[in-house]
Structures are given as C-alpha cells and as structure tokens.
C-alpha cells in the first residue's frame, strides 16, 4: 500500500510560479515512477509529467515542456513538480500519483495509487 499526500497549490498571477509537492509513504521501495496528472473542470484528466524513481528518466506533456520540472528527492521520498510561467490554462486540480510496474507513465492506467490532488489557479 501506498499513501501520497500532495502540497503546494494555491492562486498565482500569470507568469508566476508555484513547487507542488508529493510525499509517499507505505511500500513505496517497489515503486517504478511517479507522476503528475491535473484535471480541469469540464475536462478529462491529463498526463502533465512522469519521473521514474531509480534514474530519474523525466517525462513531459507537450504543453507544459520547457515550463515545468519534475524532480524527486530520493531521502525524503518526495516528488516535485516546479511549474514556471504559469498560464491560465494550467488551472486545474493536480494529482500525484506512483506506478509499481514498468510501463508507459504517459497513460493514467499505468499507475496503481493516487493523492487526493491539489488545486492550482492561475489568474490573468
């Protein structure tokens, strides 16, 4: 079992930034990667970035390549993601979340927990 609990959200002016963080806990040491999906209200939920755990291969959506970085911090068990230039359109609810096995991180299907999100506003 594994627990995520997602921070860092909150309202910014377009153009800012914010650090979302995921802490996980439970048996996490079978972990093959985590990423970041974000959801927007009327909207299907969306790969946005994917890390995975051992080397640290990174993975990104087209449209947030070049604005956000995904990165983990291996003592802390912790998983970053660092959004810059923010834009209208990232408004969304962004969900941490782990695969166990090796498969493709684009696909929400590929992972086996999930946090319980956490909101991001940007306002122009």
């Known amino acids: 079992q594994v627990q995520l609990v997602e921070s860092g959200g909150g309202l910014v002016q377009a153009g800012g930034s914010l650090r979302l963080s995921c802490v996980a806990s439970g048996r996490t040491f079978m972990r093959y990667g985590m990423g970041w999906f974000r959801q927007a209200p009327g909207k299907e939920r969306e790969f946005v970035a994917a890390?995975?755990?051992?080397?640290?291969?990174?993975y990104y959506a087209d449209s947030v390549q070049g604005r956000f970085t995904i990165s983990r911090d291996v003592v802390w068990n912790t998983v970053y993601l660092q959004m810059n230039d923010l834009k209208p359109d990232d408004t969304a609810v962004y969900f941490c979340a782990v695969a166990l096995n090796p498969v493709s991180l684009v696909a929400y299907t590929a992972y086996d927990y999930w946090g319980q999100g956490t909101q991001v506003t940007v306002v122009s």
């Open positions: 890390i995975t755990w051992s080397r640290s291969r990174t």
